[in-house]
């Protein structure tokens, strides 16, 4: 018997080790948002820029969020930076309806899409019709984005 014990352990051993890591290595969850429920890669068109670093990507957050203060209405969503080198973005929802779907948060990130499409940057590298939210998150070092309602769902974005 315990030699049988020890063969199933032995052939399930490589599945829980594969695993196990990848749990280890998202301590977001459960805090922030939700575990994650789902996960995309995004092969991004643009490289990371050579002065992307924490400091840049943290400035990024800040601008992000008094845009958002200045506004005259409370904001739908909060935007931050985790991470050793704040290489994690995280989107989280804030109301009941603006990320009340994963259809709801693709939307949000179109309109981030918008955005980036009208900055200095992507205007004067002439892309600002082909480059998405996506690409300027990995230009500015971004390894992933993690979009929640808060509530019943995370959706991970890879940045490659």
Do not use: C
Request: aromatic letters at 12%; charged letters at 20%.
């Amino acid at each position: 018997m315990s030699l049988r014990i020890l063969l199933v352990a032995l052939l399930f051993w490589p599945m829980l080790a594969v695993q196990h890591p990848v749990r280890a290595q998202d301590r977001h969850a459960g805090y922030y948002y939700p575990p994650i429920s789902s996960e995309e890669t995004y092969h991004a068109r643009g490289l990371v820029m050579d002065n992307a670093n924490r400091q840049l990507r943290i400035g990024f957050i800040v601008a992000q969020t008094n845009g958002q203060q200045q506004q005259k209405y409370a904001p739908r969503f909060a935007i931050f930076a985790k991470g050793g080198e704040a290489e994690k973005l995280i989107i989280l929802g804030l109301d009941q309806d603006s990320f009340g779907t994963l259809y709801r948060a693709r939307a949000v990130l179109a309109q981030l899409t918008a955005f980036a499409r009208g900055t200095a940057l992507f205007r004067n590298l002439a892309v600002e019709d082909l480059f998405t939210f996506f690409d300027l998150a990995k230009m500015l070092g971004f390894s992933q984005i993690t979009i929640s309602d808060g509530r019943t769902y995370s959706h991970r974005i890879v940045l490659k």
